[in-house]
Nanobody
Framework: QVQLVESGGGLVQAGGSLRLSCAAS????????MGWFRQSPGKEREFVAA????????DYVDSVKGRFTISRDNAKKTVYLQMNSVKPEDTAVYSC????????????????WGQGTQVTVSS
């Protein structure tokens, strides 16, 4: 069993930076691929980024490539999403998720979910 708690959301101006954190409990964190998803009002949940348990394999949605970086510290049982050069269209509730197995863009393949943290980008 893994429990996830996100933090680091807030209000940021376009072009600025923000770092989201996702703290995990449970003994099997390092075995889990981790992902970040986002959802804004009226839209479906969208894949943002994912990272393998080892940290060697990453995947990003095209709209954030070159701007966002996903990383993890298995000793701290924490996964991060560094968001640079943010845009108003990045505004959403960001949730982290975990699964045993390889990285995936499909939210349905993730078993563990955090409660989400709001990111608002002002223009």
């Amino acid at each position: 069993q893994v429990q996830l708690v996100e933090s680091g959301g807030g209000l940021v101006q376009a072009g600025g930076s923000l770092r989201l954190s996702c703290a995990a409990s449970g003994r099997t964190f390092s075995n889990n691929a981790m992902g970040w998803f986002r959802q804004s009002p009226g839209k479906e949940r969208e894949f943002v980024a994912a990272l393998s348990g080892s940290g060697y394999i990453t995947d990003y949605v095209d709209s954030v490539k070159g701007r966002f970086t996903i990383s993890r510290d298995n000793a701290k049982k924490t996964v991060y999403l560094q968001m640079n050069s943010v845009k108003p269209e990045d505004t959403a509730v960001y949730s982290c998720a975990g699964r045993s197995g390889p990285v995936s863009r499909s939210s349905g393949r993730y078993l563990y979910w955090g409660q989400g943290t709001q990111v608002t980008v002002s223009s």
